[in-house]
């Protein structure tokens, strides 16, 4: 795997994420979209108030600190069952690879590292294969990788 190619990807998912946080964020603003984005106020009020101004078609990360302030109340009453399963989903989802992150990193990344026992002399040059299940040979120590890869499962 080459280390270039990766950084080329992880940026482009990057760009694609800032992307759409910025259009999701300008889209909400917008008075067409009023419906989409907020209809259960919609069906509780009769009125809404179009605010011509630029703010509109600026792009704020308000929403984010305002959706994580909210409790899952607040979440039911305004958007309803679906959206509290939804938030649960992604905590959940963002606990358990987040435990998974570090244990890798801190167990299973080092085993398959030292696995092949040969000298790393230009790490920073190096493919990332060495950090893979691919360098820890054929009858090499396998108990100590399935080991702690149970570990990690069983903690997760």
């Given at each position: 795997?080459?280390?270039a190619?990766?950084?080329?990807?992880?940026?482009?998912?990057?760009?694609v994420?800032v992307?759409?946080?910025?259009?999701?964020?300008?889209?909400?603003?917008?008075p067409?979209?009023?419906?989409?984005?907020?209809?259960?106020?919609?069906?509780?009020?009769?009125?809404?108030?179009?605010?011509?101004?630029?703010?509109?078609f600026?792009?704020?990360?308000?929403?984010?600190?305002?959706a994580?302030?909210?409790?899952?109340?607040?979440?039911?009453?305004?958007g309803?069952?679906?959206?509290?399963?939804f938030?649960?989903?992604i905590?959940?989802?963002?606990?358990?690879?987040?435990?998974?992150?570090?244990?890798c990193?801190?167990?299973?990344?080092?085993?398959?590292?030292?696995?092949?026992?040969?000298m790393?002399?230009?790490?920073?040059f190096?493919?990332?294969?060495?950090?893979?299940?691919?360098?820890?040979?054929?009858?090499?120590?396998?108990?100590a990788?399935?080991?702690?890869?149970?570990?990690?499962?069983?903690i997760?």
């Open positions: 795997m080459n280390l190619a990766l950084l080329t990807s992880a940026g482009i998912n990057i760009i994420c992307v759409l946080f910025s259009l999701y964020s300008i889209l909400r603003k917008q067409s979209n009023v419906n989409v984005y907020f209809g259960r106020r919609l069906a509780t009020r009769s009125s809404t108030n179009v605010d011509i101004s630029l703010e509109r600026v792009p704020s990360p308000t929403w984010v600190m305002k994580c302030d909210t409790t899952q109340d607040e979440l039911l009453n305004i309803g069952l679906d959206a509290v399963a938030n649960r989903m905590i959940f989802s963002i606990r358990v690879f987040s435990v998974a992150a570090i244990i990193n801190i167990l299973v990344l080092p085993v398959n590292y030292y696995a092949d026992h040969r790393h002399t230009d790490i920073p190096e493919s990332l294969e060495a950090f893979t299940i691919e360098n820890v040979k054929e009858g090499s120590r396998w108990y990788q399935c080991l702690i890869f149970c570990m990690e499962v069983f997760i």
